[in-house]
């Protein structure tokens, strides 16, 4: 299974600032999705990040309040900006591996704004 | 598009017991099913998946089974163990690749299994 690498693990922010999530993979990879799972909540996703092109945002979700970028294929980078308690949040970064379909995650960055 | 719902939202089990986790998707285009663990503090672990073509798949204590007719699908864990207490989240996508590949979770599981 793909090895995947996130930071900060946890973080405590105050609102109106701006966090940037960061996730590493062991391998290349063609995409690189971002999920948000709310307290109690199952997982959303955001948006799916491609080398070399725009991130593909779901709806609901803004490129302006989560800026992605996807530099190369092993690194990818979230921004929650312009931060709101309604944030909090676990986010979650996931990829594939080796063209399959199975689908795996880091270890999630949980957000908290004051 | 697709929505998957997860029944029962919290289980609770004696350890030794077997657990059932059910969800249901609409979209009958999906063709894949992998269910999720998650642990307090860490993301989502794979622990099963099924494809549309399989109606049965199992792995040591754990077994996933389909029914394409009725759009369901169930995650069995014999023989629980107080390590398996975690949630659990089933999800459906319609196979990899185009704007198809995306992964629809069901809404969880909190599984407590009571030593």
């Known amino acids: 299974s793909a090895v995947i690498s996130q930071k900060p693990s946890r973080d405590i922010c105050q609102r109106g600032t701006s966090l940037t999530i960061q996730c590493q993979v062991d391998?290349?990879?063609?995409?690189m999705f971002w999920y948000r799972q709310q307290p109690g909540q199952s997982l959303t996703l955001i948006a799916t990040a491609n080398q070399g092109s725009e991130a593909t945002y779901e709806s609901g979700f803004v490129i302006d309040k989560f800026p992605i970028s996807r530099p190369n294929l092993t690194f990818s980078t979230l921004t929650v900006s312009n931060m709101s308690p309604e944030d909090s949040s676990i986010y979650l970064c996931s990829t594939r591996q080796g063209g399959g379909e199975k689908l795996f995650f880091g270890s999630g960055t949980q957000l908290s704004v004051l | 598009g697709e929505n998957v719902e997860q029944h029962p939202s919290t289980l609770s089990v004696q350890e030794g017991d077997s657990a059932v986790i059910k969800c249901t998707y609409s979209?009958?285009?999906?063709?894949?099913f992998p269910w999720y663990k998650q642990e307090l503090g860490k993301g989502p672990q794979l622990i099963i998946d099924i494809r549309s073509n399989v109606g049965e798949k199992k792995d040591q204590r754990i077994a996933v089974t389909l029914n394409k007719t009725a759009k369901h699908f169930s995650l069995h864990i014999t023989e629980t163990q107080p390590e398996d207490s975690a949630v659990y989240f089933c999800a459906a996508s319609g196979g990899y690749g185009g704007a198809t590949n995306k992964l629809i979770f069901g809404t969880g599981t909190l599984l407590a299994v009571q030593p």
């Open positions: 979209d009958s285009a999906s063709n894949y």
């Open positions: 391998s290349q990879v063609t995409m």
